[in-house]
């Protein structure tokens, strides 16, 4: 007698609880309001600087204008104002940049190409010397460049920010560079190259972002610096723009908001600008595909 054959019965979907799919969307509702709280965060302030820097009667509050005017932008932007300061962030942060980027590649090369006792307590010291405040040593350093003749100078401005801000851009740009087969330089080095060269015309052409994230990086933290220039520069005309943004806070709680606010937008522009400029590198990848194959 031949067996029969069972057929599985079939499962008919179960639908979801009305509880179960309410306490879904309360979460969504509730991570969705977090956003909005945290994204209001950011566009308010923004939002009262522009709104500030056109209205003739601004205060603390974000309002629209009653009137707008370009009165505020016309009162600020003049040489000993704007101008000067600008040029002077430029030519310290500018040159504080430069001297970092290059430093920091000379170091971070032998760091991700050889391999050393040394050198994971030199990296676990390049860690530590970041989370140093930059307070705590502000007043030696003064000591030191009164000593060394070059307080109230720029280039000895332009070395302390390089100084600041290398040990985390050769964290950053060793990191970059361990991305970098080792294979394309040895095949330069087959055809004769030195380190130098292999450095330089191979290593870092292909590692163009990580180039431009430690040049933003290191460009935005200086241009934002207010106490190291404070303290270590005197001339007034020497005052970078972030030092002489104080000028617009009066005596007795006085401040001008709406200049404020101009010269905020202005002095956000090179900023903006670098960015702008580097955007193209900081997304387009290594394009190092196919280069190690065959």
């Known amino acids: 007698?031949?067996?029969?054959?069972?057929?599985?019965?079939?499962?008919?979907?179960?639908?979801?609880?009305?509880?179960?799919?309410?306490?879904?969307?309360?979460?969504?509702?509730?991570?969705?309001?977090?956003?909005?709280?945290?994204?209001?965060?950011?566009?308010?302030?923004?939002?009262?600087?522009?709104?500030?820097?056109?209205d003739p009667k601004a205060d603390l509050k974000v309002k629209v204008p009653d009137g707008v005017t370009l009165d505020n932008f016309d009162a600020v932007l003049v040489p000993e104002v704007t101008f000067t300061p600008l040029l002077n962030s430029l030519i310290l942060c500018g040159g504080a940049t430069l001297l970092t980027v290059v430093?920091?590649?000379?170091?971070?090369?032998?760091?991700?190409?050889?391999?050393?006792?040394?050198?994971?307590?030199?990296?676990?010291?390049?860690?530590?010397?970041?989370?140093l405040p930059i307070t705590a040593i502000m007043v030696p350093v003064y000591a030191l460049f009164v000593q060394v003749d070059l307080i109230d100078t720029m280039h000895g401005t332009i070395f302390f920010f390089a100084a600041s801000q290398l040990p985390f851009a050769i964290w950053l740009m060793k990191n970059f560079?361990?991305?970098?087969?080792?294979?394309?330089?040895?095949a330069a080095w087959t055809d004769g190259a030195s380190s130098f060269q292999s450095l330089i015309r191979i290593v870092?052409?292909?590692?163009?972002?990580?180039?431009?994230?430690?040049?933003?990086?290191?460009?935005?933290?200086?241009?934002?610096?207010?106490f190291v220039p404070f303290m270590l520069l005197l001339s007034?005309?020497?005052?970078?723009?972030?030092?002489?943004i104080n000028d617009f806070f009066g005596n007795r709680g006085t401040v001008v908001y709406g200049q404020l606010a101009a010269f905020s937008i202005i002095?956000?522009?090179?900023?903006?600008?670098?960015?702008?400029?580097?955007?193209?590198?900081?997304?387009?990848g290594f394009a190092l595909g196919?280069?190690?194959?065959g």
């Open 267 to 284: 002095y956000s522009t090179p900023v903006i600008l670098l960015y702008v400029l580097v955007a193209r590198r900081l997304g387009g």
């Open 103 to 131: 430093s920091a590649a000379l170091a971070a090369y032998p760091l991700s190409r050889f391999r050393s006792r040394l050198n994971r307590p030199f990296l676990l010291t390049i860690l530590f010397a970041t989370s």
């Open 177 to 186: 560079m361990d991305g970098v087969p080792k294979e394309l330089e040895e």
């Open 236 to 244: 007034p005309d020497q005052m970078p723009a972030s030092v002489s």
């Open 204 to 226: 870092l052409p292909l590692m163009g972002p990580g180039v431009a994230v430690v040049t933003v990086f290191a460009f935005v933290m200086m241009w934002g610096n207010f």
């Open 1 to 54: 007698m031949a067996g029969t054959i069972r057929t599985p019965a079939l499962k008919t979907p179960t639908r979801k609880s009305p509880t179960l799919k309410s306490r879904r969307n309360s979460r969504r509702y509730a991570a969705d309001a977090g956003l909005l709280v945290v994204a209001a965060t950011f566009v308010l302030p923004l939002a009262w600087v522009i709104l500030s820097s056109l």
């Open 290 to 293: 196919g280069a190690v194959k």
